[in-house]
């Protein structure tokens, strides 16, 4: 109970950390709806609290509408942002957002593509956060090696609805948990280095003009498959496919331990549900966001196919 509390307290604090600087939209003064900007292959949703100016002329002109929510003319260049820059200095931007962009843009100007920058950058963070992975997937292969034993108490206490024989239960899976050496919150952890980057990457995105500008494969970085496809762009459907795809195989190779709470709930619905919300999550991505969990997907894929190989190897 009390590690449900700490993580439930956690998880509040770092909610309430991550809001306290998020994303302004510019909306038209008269109107009061978000301002557009529309190219041939581009739709963008335009934000006031960028952090450097942006490189298109019409980009430019349009920001230029604005200027008494945001003067464009006062921001540095991308290609010379700094952490230190901008008016913007609350704690989530200053140790986050802005060091997350600054690194997009100096691996972009070596790249010189921003889509293979977000790329690389989501592989090096994967690869510092790598012993935290690691972990869960062998977590998640020493529960293929519990599940029998974990059907035995299932069936042992099946039917039985009493408080008595559901505490017996309670703890025989804690010790279960603990012969294997099973942490059912560890988990937990991994998300709470995971969600913030994940909105830090968002913000990023978001904030530089230039990354949005940016296209890679002929698909522009700053709209999402739901702008595009409903242009009549269908090929963004591969966004959302691959998406679908890596975090399919994902899921299915990396399966959490159930708790005793929890242990009734079929694994496969959950899994399911969790699919389907981040496909249409994956909708109103923006490409450059997307790039982002592919590449981060995929290498956690890779990891988890590692481990398995290397404890088949031990157990042989």
Same mark, same amino acid.
């Given at each position: 109970?009390?590690?449900?509390?700490?993580?439930?307290?956690?998880?509040?604090?770092?909610?309430?950390?991550?809001?306290?600087?998020?994303?302004?939209?510019?909306?038209?003064?008269?109107?009061?709806?978000?301002?557009?900007?529309?190219?041939?292959?581009?739709?963008?949703?335009?934000?006031?609290?960028?952090?450097?100016?942006?490189?298109?002329?019409?980009?430019?002109?349009?920001?230029?509408?604005?200027?008494?929510?945001?003067?464009?003319?006062?921001?540095?260049?991308?290609?010379?942002?700094?952490?230190?820059?901008?008016?913007?200095?609350?704690?989530?931007?200053?140790?986050?957002?802005?060091?997350?962009?600054?690194?997009?843009?100096?691996?972009?100007?070596?790249?010189?593509?921003?889509?293979?920058?977000?790329?690389?950058? #989501?592989?090096?963070?994967?690869?510092?956060?790598?012993?935290?992975?690691?972990?869960?997937?062998?977590?998640?292969?020493?529960?293929?090696?519990?599940?029998?034993?974990?059907?035995?108490?299932?069936?042992?206490?099946?039917?039985?609805?009493?408080?008595? #024989?559901?505490?017996?239960?309670?703890?025989?899976?804690?010790?279960?948990?603990?012969?294997?050496?099973?942490?059912?919150?560890?988990?937990?952890?991994?998300?709470?280095?995971?969600?913030?980057?994940?909105?830090?990457?968002?913000?990023?995105?978001?904030?530089?003009?230039?990354?949005?500008?940016?296209?890679?494969?002929?698909?522009?970085?700053?709209?999402?498959?739901?702008?595009?496809? #409903?242009?009549?762009?269908?090929?963004?459907?591969?966004?959302?496919?691959?998406?679908?795809?890596?975090?399919?195989?994902?899921?299915?190779?990396?399966?959490?331990?159930?708790?005793?709470?929890?242990?009734?709930?079929?694994?496969?619905?959950?899994?399911?549900?969790?699919?389907?919300?981040?496909?249409?999550?994956?909708?109103?991505?923006?490409?450059?966001?997307?790039?982002?969990?592919?590449?981060?997907?995929?290498?956690?894929?890779?990891?988890?196919?590692?481990?398995?190989?290397?404890?088949?190897?031990?157990?042989?």
């Amino acid at each position: 109970m009390k590690k449900n509390k700490i993580i439930k307290m956690i998880f509040i604090v770092l909610f309430v950390f991550i809001m306290t600087g998020c994303t302004v939209i510019l909306k038209d003064p008269k109107t009061k709806k978000p301002v557009y900007y529309e190219e041939e292959n581009l739709k963008i949703t335009l934000n006031e609290n960028i952090l450097c100016k942006p490189t298109s002329k019409g980009l430019k002109n349009k920001y230029n509408e604005y200027k008494k929510q945001i003067d464009i003319s006062k921001l540095p260049d991308c290609s010379n942002f700094s952490p230190s820059d901008g008016n913007y200095n609350d704690l989530w931007e200053t140790i986050v957002v802005k060091p997350l962009a600054w690194l997009i843009l100096k691996i972009g100007t070596i790249t010189k593509n921003y889509g293979i920058a977000l790329i690389i950058l #989501s592989i090096i963070i994967r690869l510092i956060l790598a012993p935290f992975t690691k972990k869960t997937a062998m977590q998640s292969e020493n529960m293929k090696q519990l599940q029998p034993e974990m059907d035995r108490i299932n069936k042992k206490y099946e039917n039985k609805t009493d408080q008595e #024989s559901l505490n017996k239960k309670s703890m025989e899976m804690m010790s279960l948990y603990k012969k294997y050496n099973i942490n059912p919150f560890s988990s937990c952890l991994f998300a709470f280095i995971q969600i913030p980057l994940l909105f830090g990457f968002l913000e990023a995105i978001n904030r530089v003009p230039v990354i949005f500008e940016e296209n890679l494969f002929g698909l522009v970085l700053g709209t999402t498959p739901f702008k595009a496809i #409903s242009s009549g762009q269908i090929q963004y459907i591969i966004i959302v496919i691959l998406i679908a795809l890596t975090t399919f195989i994902s899921q299915k190779l990396n399966k959490t331990a159930p708790t005793p709470q929890t242990n009734d709930i079929n694994p496969n619905t959950m899994t399911n549900v969790m699919l389907v919300m981040i496909c249409i999550m994956s909708l109103n991505f923006s490409v450059a966001l997307s790039l982002y969990w592919i590449a981060s997907t995929i290498f956690t894929i890779i990891q988890n196919l590692i481990v398995m190989k290397t404890i088949k190897k031990e157990v042989k």
